[in-house]
């Protein structure tokens, strides 16, 4: 059963950073592209960056190019999100999610497998 292991929410003031992982465990991650994806109070699920599988080519939401990086090391069997210079409107749940098939969109209904999620607070 593939399972997740999302850490490094909490509280930041604006302009801060956080780094938040994915450690996986019963599974390869190697084997599946890989996708952070937040959700805020009253508001849709979206995509915040994607790496797929084999190539590691990355996508981001407009909102947070330049100030974000997913990156993955498959020898820990994590996925990070370094997140900088955050903004309040970054306040939500942040949720890693895999899936099989290749390549790095991030649509969450194209993501079978979640994790439970981790908090993040944007706020002084």
């Known amino acids: 059963q593939l399972q997740f292991v999302e850490s490094g929410g909490g509280l930041v003031q604006p302009g801060g950073s956080l780094r938040l992982s994915c450690a996986a465990s019963g599974f390869t991650l190697d084997y599946y592209a890989i996708g952070w994806f937040r959700q805020a109070p009253g508001k849709e699920r979206e995509g915040v960056s994607c790496?797929?599988?084999?190539?590691?080519?990355?996508n981001y939401a407009d909102s947070v190019k330049g100030r974000f990086t997913i990156s993955r090391d498959n020898a820990k069997n994590t996925v990070y999100l370094q997140m900088n210079s955050l903004k309040p409107e970054g306040t939500a749940v942040y949720y890693c999610?895999?899936?099989?098939?290749?390549?790095?969109?991030?649509?969450?209904?194209?993501?079978?497998?979640w994790g439970q999620g981790t908090q993040v607070t944007v706020s002084s």
């Open positions: 790496i797929s599988k084999s190539s590691g080519s990355t």
């Open positions: 999610a895999a899936r099989t098939s290749s390549g790095q969109l991030c649509i969450p209904h194209q993501y079978p497998y």
